[in-house]
């Protein structure tokens, strides 16, 4: 039989009749008159093409064949109720993953101070960490695969924004640069040629940009990356300049050998948000688990 020909009222009827072993008594359960009880058996009946229930004195005998189905049926409503009504929220006990898209390495820094908030508010959570290309790749925060971002944001339709913290910028050069020391002069910035970053789809830095253009200083740009991450490590392997956030020399900067110039230069901070999907915003395991991204952004801030 195909089952989208069922109408499952009738499996709820049927419940009931077996549990009761009585029409009336089924039907002041399921707050409907017995003959439509009756009529619901009628239509089981031809259905199944089982007879389901038969009058013996003043009650009805199931048949074997209900007596089969009987207890499948009871287990499927049950899981179907339990499903619908869904369980209290846990956060000892449950088991999700949570996934958090990151713009750049700067945000590494405060990746462990995320787990262990975690270890400790959700101890049974699995914790996972894309890139925001792998965000958008997987149908970015609309989908379903990434809860929550953390980076630079625009408003757009369905996604819910919350200021964290403000990344600062810094002119960084390998640490033997032949040519910059401590500090350098406009003119000294002047001479020496850049890498740019291209973030968000491609797009350049404007705050950056205008930065430069307040000294009157065009940028020679001999390399664009993606990331400040791809930027720190083409400075680390060549004397370009570039500029990029101070968490991302906390990061990278020992490691590769970069040092930070003083200059003229002063670029705003730029302003990191928190961003999620409209759908997510009221389940109680991303409302815990916006509240500790949150948390260990301002640890580290």
Request: glycine share 6%.
């Amino acid at each position: 039989m195909n089952l989208s020909a069922l109408d499952l009222n009738l499996l709820l009827v049927l419940d009931a009749v077996l549990d009761e072993r009585s029409v009336a008594r089924a039907a002041r359960r399921l707050h409907v008159t017995s003959p439509a009880i009756s009529n619901a058996l009628s239509r089981l009946r031809g259905a199944l093409g089982d007879p389901i229930v038969t009058r013996s004195g003043r009650g009805i005998v199931p048949t074997p064949r209900a007596l089969q189905l009987g207890p499948t049926i009871r287990r499927a409503l049950r899981e179907i109720e339990t499903a619908i009504q869904g369980h209290a929220f846990d956060p000892e006990s449950a088991q999700v993953q949570l996934t958090l898209a990151i713009a750049d390495a700067g945000q590494l820094a405060r990746l462990p101070g995320l787990a262990s908030l975690m270890a400790s508010a959700l101890p049974r959570a699995r914790l996972r960490v894309v890139s925001v290309d792998t965000m958008v790749a997987l149908g970015g925060l609309a989908g379903t695969e990434v809860d929550v971002a953390v980076g630079v944001s625009e408003p757009a339709p369905g996604i819910r924004r919350l200021p964290i913290y403000a990344e600062h910028s810094v002119l960084v050069v390998r640490r033997d640069h032949p040519r910059l020391g401590a500090r350098a002069t406009k003119r000294m910035l002047m001479a020496e040629r850049y890498v740019e970053v291209h973030v968000a789809f491609g797009k350049p830095s404007r705050l950056v940009e205008r930065s430069f253009a307040r000294l009157g200083i065009a940028r020679d740009i001999a390399a664009i990356v993606p990331t400040f991450s791809a930027a720190a490590a083409v400075v680390a392997a060549t004397d370009l300049l570039a500029t990029i956030p101070a968490s991302v020399v906390d990061v990278l900067g020992s490691s590769l050998g970069l040092r930070v110039v003083a200059s003229a230069l002063r670029t705003p901070p730029i302003q990191m948000h928190l961003s999620w999907h409209q759908r997510t915003h009221t389940d109680p395991a991303l409302v815990l688990f916006r509240d500790l991204v949150q948390r260990a952004a301002s640890a580290s801030g």
